[in-house]
């Protein structure tokens, strides 16, 4: 991490607290802008043509979101009286932003986009990228439209995950999967929300940690190498966790959110977000019977050297995913 890649990483949260304590949309505009000029540099690599290609696609979609978020705020102002209007004015204001986090139906940019990226870029783009627009969203919020566009995430997020051989492309499936929770979450409660994030960036960033460490982008990689079982039943555990399966840590925000849905009558809505949830273990499950099943030999280019301390690290992080659910019950009682 060199000093201009600091400086733009600070830039990059920095941008995130201007939106959200920003008391006027145009305030909130520029730190959308400063936030997209400051992450480009973080994601662009000279020596990677993906990387470039990746940042390149980024701008683009970024920009159009925010001209559209523009003329969508100075519509509002001048049509401000005009009650008709103002529904057609909310669902434009909240597309634009749903363009910025990657949600449907505007997610096409972002499979992509996570493609070219390295493992902790992965990470930014999939938790820290979603808070500003999310939040912007929650000022200004159009119910049905949200109620429908995050059940069509949950549908997406599933399906489009079930043929993926991409580690990357898989996990920007997730997310997708994952933000018509949050996006639910947030229409229900900030705080709800918030809770949401935090478990699901835990969760996240425990994969993309695992996978940085294994050197890992494709499926076939979890076959070949010929791994260590504890490694193995880390990555059980972690992803069993991420698909939300009871006794893990990630079933928590789920049962939270369910509760909160069926109080607030979305019966449709939980048991759609039900399902996708069942599809979205099936292809969890599907990598990692694959990967314990096969035993191939061990090739020379595959070895693997962990250090102590990162071993220490994984352990802990699997022991809080397996026995956070147990801890986690204890608060109700």
Do not use: D, V
Request: glycine share 4%; proline share 2%; net charge positive.
């Amino acid at each position: 991490m060199n000093s201009n890649k600091m400086f733009f990483f600070f830039m990059l949260i920095f941008s995130t607290f201007i939106s959200i304590s920003s008391n006027s949309w145009f305030g909130c505009w520029i730190g959308l802008e400063i936030n997209l000029l400051s992450f480009i540099p973080l994601i662009s690599n000279s020596s990677n043509l993906l990387a470039s290609e990746a940042s390149l696609k980024y701008f683009l979609t970024q920009s159009i979101a925010s001209i559209n978020f523009m003329f969508s705020i100075l519509m509002k102002l001048t049509l401000m009286k005009n009650f008709e209007i103002n529904n057609f004015i909310s669902i434009m204001i909240n597309s634009s932003l749903l363009m910025k986090m990657g949600s449907t139906p505007f997610h096409f940019w972002f499979p992509n986009i996570a493609e070219g990226l390295s493992w902790f870029n992965n990470f930014l783009l999939m938790t820290w990228q979603k808070i500003t627009p999310m939040i912007l969203l929650s000022y200004y919020m159009n119910k049905n439209f949200i109620i429908i566009i995050s059940i069509i995430n949950t549908i997406i997020g599933a399906i489009g995950g079930l043929n993926q051989t991409s580690l990357r492309k898989l996990m920007a499936f997730s997310s997708i999967n994952n933000l018509g929770w949050m996006l639910i979450s947030i229409m229900m409660s900030e705080n709800l929300w918030l809770f949401y994030l935090i478990m699901y960036s835990f969760l996240i960033s425990i994969m993309c940690f695992l996978f940085k460490l294994l050197n890992m982008y494709f499926i076939n990689q979890l076959f070949i190498s010929n791994l260590n079982y504890l490694i193995k039943t880390f990555l059980l555990i972690n992803f069993l966790s991420l698909g939300g399966l009871p006794p893990f840590i990630g079933f928590f925000p789920k049962w939270i959110m369910i509760n909160s849905m069926m109080s607030n009558n979305l019966f449709f809505t939980t048991f759609i977000f039900i399902m996708m949830s069942l599809i979205m273990l099936f292809f969890y499950i599907r990598i990692i019977y694959s990967s314990f099943m096969f035993n191939y030999i061990n090739l020379k280019w595959m070895n693997i050297y962990i250090k102590n301390n990162q071993m220490m690290m994984i352990n802990f992080i699997s022991f809080l995913s397996m026995f956070g659910m147990i801890l986690s019950t204890l608060f109700f009682f």
